[in-house]
């Protein structure tokens, strides 16, 4: 059996799965074309969906004929159709795709889902539970840390936005290129503790909120209570309008100077980051001359 295992969408457990898979002895692919190739595999298919649905189906068609590919799981929010069920509307939408497996990010479901997955490869119960046994360490991702939150001589900004984007280095890196260019500490929001996160993504009002909701939700207020950030920079997929939505109601919620943007493959340039460096600058200069500044949260 060959199996695929994709490396973006942000997922955080791919060395969880590939050390499980070694285990079993289940051969494993894992894409490798440049990222541009790959999105223009997808974007033949799917020209007008968001770019992180492209990169996952260029990937996808990239690995060839394989058994089955697993795919990590994205949080959704509201109204949005492909983060709840990417896996079953990309067979929808193209025919001749191999099985499509959805992997869990994490949590209590990702031992259930991995002991699903080893009885359906092996149907070896004792070899199953072995490997389960032996990568147990990896299930937690590594210690939790807050990144840096301030750097000498620089204005420090959150930037928020759903993993699958952010923290894709191929869909990201511009973003963050452009910010280092115009002299920002940029802060992204997956590169936060998750469990903080969480936590104060259970705070959200709206209760019955989709999980991406919460996890957006949880990495504002996470950083937009921190003395050191001066601005908050909401990044959407492009052509994501469910996320757009979500951002666009998020960014109503901040007293900082916000921007919400989207981001495209290979974009390395937005020109309304200018005025945002402005705002958030001129902001510290006169907090910095006043002697008014708040406290961490």
Known sequence: MKVGLLNSLGTRHARYWTAFLKELGVETVTPALPAGEALALGRESLPGEPVQVQLALGRILELGRVDAVLVPQTAPVANDAWGEALTELLPRRISGLPQLISLPEGGDEMPAAALDLGQ??????????????????????????????????????????????????????????????????????????????????????????????????????????????????????????????????????????????????????????????????????????TGADGGDA
């Open 120 to 289: 359906r490869f092996t149907r070896n119960p004792g070899r199953v539970r072995l490997a389960l046994e032996r990568v147990k360490p990896l299930a937690s991702g590594g210690r939790e840390e807050m990144p840096p939150l301030s750097r000498a001589s620089q204005a420090t900004v959150a930037v928020i936005g759903p993993r699958a984007l952010l923290g894709d280095p191929d869909l990201g890196g511009g973003l963050r290129s452009a910010l280092e260019a115009l002299g920002l500490h940029a802060v992204f929001s997956p590169e936060l503790p998750a469990s903080q996160v969480a936590a104060r993504g259970e705070r959200m009002e709206r209760a019955t909120a989709p999980a991406g909701e919460r996890e957006l939700f949880g990495a504002l207020k996470l950083l937009e209570g921190k003395s050191a950030v001066r601005g908050v920079l909401f990044a959407s997929p492009a052509r994501d309008g469910a996320h757009r939505t979500a951002l666009d109601r998020l960014s109503g919620q901040t007293h900082k100077p916000a921007l919400v943007i989207d981001v495209d493959a290979a974009q390395t340039e937005w020109p309304e980051l200018v005025g945002f460096r402005d705002r958030v600058t001129l902001g510290a200069s006169a907090r910095a001359a």
